[in-house]
């Protein structure tokens, strides 16, 4: 059996009043945030500033990303916790970009990039690829922009 559904219908004027309505509603909430001195967008997360960044790489003409998935995992028949096995230290994302390698490290908020994330990015600069530490996407698409505009 279909629900009927109901229809009612709306005057030019009763229109007019409901988009007065919810103008002043979003007037209100961006001079609340602005009063109040909070941003207009949340703060971006580690996982949206990844996507973002494969998502930008892989949509350029002879580049592709991947994330490298470095973490451990729970093994509930032993119950122990197994390492990942991967390189200690290993960038979150790795690239290869017109040929060469771009290991990308993706820090949100206070993260700090650790000894052996250091280490890594000196083992590839010294074998001739290019890292960066990406804190927003933003900041990732600039330093990119440069890089293509680059000869690489």
């Known amino acids: 059996m279909q629900k009927k559904i109901k229809y009612t219908t709306v005057t030019p004027a009763q229109l007019e009043q409901m988009q007065r309505k919810r103008e002043n509603q ?15 967008r949340k703060p971006e997360t580690a996982n949206r500033i990844t996507n973002n960044v494969i998502r ?5 003409p002879g580049c592709f990303a991947f994330r490298v998935n470095n973490v451990g995992v729970w093994d509930s028949a032993k119950g122990i916790y197994r390492k990942g096995n991967t390189m ?31 280490k890594f990015m000196a083992l590839v600069t010294q074998s ?11 900041g990732f698409i600039e330093w990119f922009t440069s890089v293509l505009e680059s000869k690489c």
């Open 128 to 138: 001739g690829g290019q890292t960066f530490v990406a804190n927003s996407t933003d």
């Open 88 to 118: 200690k230290g290993i960038s979150d994302i790795l690239a290869c970009v017109r040929g060469r390698m771009f290991a990308i490290e993706v820090k949100a908020g206070k993260d700090v990039i650790s000894f052996d994330q250091q």
């Open 56 to 60: 930008v790489i892989n949509m350029q």
């Open 26 to 40: 979003r007037k209100s909430r961006a001079q609340w945030k602005a009063r109040d001195g909070m941003p207009d």
